[in-house]
């Protein structure tokens, strides 16, 4: 007997008994999911991670009062905020490199022109000329900072395409003013357009001068300043970095031997926070994905043993006309693993189908999992073959007229 | 004494069973030679153990006690896997309840003995439908059992008793469940089996379908009764 054969009995024994095939299936299918899923989450994650550190550029990096990504525990309170005359001085004493800017925000800002208005929802940065080189920020439109908008203070702005959509309906907004609070700033470029990320638009949003945001709309409590700074070169980095450590204990005053009252993030460990989140997501999603498994595997095993009591005849029948014990298991064996790869077929597309819904909800690029869906298939194969030997075995070691004379 | 036509040779077998601590013997001391080309019933009232005696004889059982030499081959020396393969090859087993596998079609229960041997697809397929053709079911070949009338589902178990072609068919009441009009079919169907050459063991315990055989074995409380030539055998 060819395995053909024992996929088709399979099949068949699946159509037979729908309801306890469906609800094997679906147990499979569940821990398939949680694999997947998690898989295809991670995957997805990381190729939005990568390509935004891409567009950063790997020779830039941060200086913030507390890590980006805080550990549990860290008090905010204990670090100071980092000052607009700290930033100064920190400035003039990087000596490494001019590409060097301080920014802050605050997000629910509302912007007018004239009549029109956004929502207040809109995101308000503030910055210096630097800043869109250190960020890989393009400008599609206008220009942007000069040193001369920053250093006199200009009321200029540079805004996302979401803004110009609510409030400069087709028109091309250059040269045009819009006014946030009490301030009126005139449109000197447009941002390139981001699309949306974890379903949050990245084009919501104007830039203006650090000093204009600070004056007027930094918020009244402790707004501690974020710095952004890039290396001239990939060689220099580490000596630029060197250098921001120095100039930022200068300027933060701290003593020699004392602890950093700031935190240095680059693309490295940046990438290195979040493949420790991504590596949780992927160990979660493989642990729940596993037990689900398991007790997959022992239903299986379960259904299986009365599928071979309600078929003892039949088995009797097949040992009757010559069936040898190796023949009864292979069927059993064959079955139970037919029986787990459609269900993590199931599975698979359900956790591809759950991700991409999920992904598309945030504004995600699938990439597809392509090792976690082959381990996949690889477990559920290795599932049905421990699952099934009980079952299989027994199958084969029965006697074959207890088995005909069975009821 | 020439052994050469001898299919079946058995001698002082028993079947012992405990029940509640006691022995029961389901059939006692029985010794038996069966050569090749006849044509054997076994008689005997319910409980005597004919069907004990069959299964036995068809690799299905083993023996309590008693030598079993199946074509010069002792049976006791054999494993599981050995006896699977004289089922298959040397023996077919017509039962009286049918056995057929319900969810297949006839022509996949007939093929089923085939598979087992190893034959291929295209091979086992044609030799099946012709066993079919022969027992008179060429228009019945992808019916499903439930869907064939009880003499027809005899009619398949048979096709699949012969589909190996075995040394010897052993059919335990193979018209038992059968009214009379396709009893006589049925035997029919042995008799020319029988006249092809093929070795028929029966059981029953009807007279008129033991006069079909050209030997007729009578058991009692597992015991052989009579064992004699059957002069005024029926032919069809
Ligand atoms: N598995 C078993 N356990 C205990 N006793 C058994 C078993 N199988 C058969 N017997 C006993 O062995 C004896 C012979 O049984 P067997 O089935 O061979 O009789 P039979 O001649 O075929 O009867 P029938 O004509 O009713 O089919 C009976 O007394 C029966 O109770
Ligand atoms: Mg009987």
Not at chain 1, 364 to 375: G, Q
Request: charged share 20%; net charge neutral.
């Amino acid at each position: 007997m060819n395995i053909g054969e024992s996929v088709i009995l399979a099949f068949d024994s699946i159509r037979v008994n729908k309801l306890r095939a469906f609800l094997t299936l679906l147990s499979i299918a569940i821990g398939v999911f949680a694999i997947v899923g998690a898989g295809t989450l991670v995957s997805s994650l990381e190729g939005m991670i990568t390509q935004q550190l891409a567009d950063v550029g790997e020779t830039s990096f941060w200086i913030q009062r507390m890590p980006k990504i805080q550990r549990m525990g860290e008090g905010r309170s204990r670090r100071k905020p980092i000052t607009y005359t700290q930033y100064k001085q920190f400035k003039r004493l990087m000596t490494s490199t001019d590409w060097i800017s301080a920014y802050s925000f605050t997000q629910g800002m509302t912007v007018k022109n004239g009549n029109l208005s956004t929502d207040q929802d809109v995101n308000l940065i503030g910055c210096e000329e630097y800043f869109f080189i250190i960020n890989g920020t393009n400008i599609v439109e206008g220009r942007p900072f000069t040193e001369d908008d920053i250093t006199s203070n200009r009321n200029v702005a540079i805004i996302g395409n979401d803004v110009i959509t609510k409030i400069f309906p087709n028109q091309n907004p250059l040269g045009k003013y819009l006014t946030v609070g009490s301030q009126s700033y005139e449109i000197i470029g447009v941002l390139e357009a981001k699309g949306a990320t974890f379903g949050q638009s990245q084009d919501n949003k104007i830039v203006i001068p650090l000093t204009k945001f600070l004056t007027y709309h930094a918020n009244e409590f402790e707004q501690s300043l974020d710095i952004s700074i890039k290396a001239y070169k990939k060689e220099l980095l580490s000596s630029t970095i060197d250098d921001a450590y120095g100039a930022m204990r200068v300027a933060r005053n701290i003593k020699p031997g004392e602890e950093n009252t700031f935190d240095l993030d680059t693309n490295d460990t940046i990438t290195d926070q979040f493949s420790g989140f991504m590596t949780f997501i992927s160990v979660f999603g493989f642990f729940s994905g596993f037990i689900a498994l398991i007790a997959a595997g022992i239903g299986i095993t379960n259904i299986m043993l009365v599928s071979v009591k309600e078929r003892t005849r039949e088995i009797g029948i097949r040992k009757a006309v010559g069936a040898k014990k190796r023949w009864i298991m292979n069927q059993f064996f064959i079955e139970t693993i037919t029986i787990c790869q459609v269900g993590g077929l199931f599975g698979i597309l359900l956790g591809l189908a759950g991700a991409g819904i999920l992904s598309s909800a945030v504004g995600l690029k699938i990439v597809f999992p392509i090792t976690w869906v082959v381990f996949s298939i690889v477990i559920c194969t290795i599932l049905g073959l421990v699952a099934g030997v009980y079952p299989a075995m027994k199958a084969a070691n029965l006697d074959p007229i207890e088995a005909l004379r069975y009821e | 004494m020439d052994k050469s036509n001898t299919i079946i040779d058995i001698g002082n077998i028993s079947k012992v069973y405990e029940m509640g601590g006691e022995p029961v013997y389901a059939i006692r001391d029985i010794s038996l030679e069966i050569k090749k080309n006849e044509y054997l019933a076994i008689m005997g009232p319910s409980g005597s153990g004919k069907s004990t005696l069959m299964n036995i004889l068809g690799c299905l059982d083993t023996p309590t006690t008693g030598r079993y030499f199946f074509k010069g081959n002792d049976i006791n020396d054999m494993t599981d896997n050995d006896l699977a393969e004289i089922r298959n090859r040397e023996i077919g087993f017509v039962f009286q309840t049918f056995n057929l596998l319900p969810r297949s079609s006839a022509l996949k229960n007939v093929e089923l003995p085939l598979i087992y041997s190893g034959m291929k697809k295209s091979e086992r397929d044609e030799i099946a439908r012709n066993t079919l053709i022969d027992v008179g079911l060429a228009d019945r070949i992808s019916h499903k059992p439930n869907e064939l009338s009880g003499g027809q589902r005899q009619r398949v178990a048979v096709a699949r008793a012969l589909v190996t072609s075995p040394s010897i068919i052993l059919a335990d009441e193979p018209t038992g469940n059968l009214d009379s009009k396709t009893g006589v079919e049925i035997m029919h169907l042995f008799y020319e089996l029988w006249k092809k050459g093929n070795t028929i063991i029966l059981v029953t315990h009807e007279e008129e379908i033991a006069l079909h055989a050209n030997r007729i074995i009578r058991l009692r409380d597992g015991l052989v009764e009579r064992d004699e030539i059957n002069h005024h055998q029926r032919i069809e």
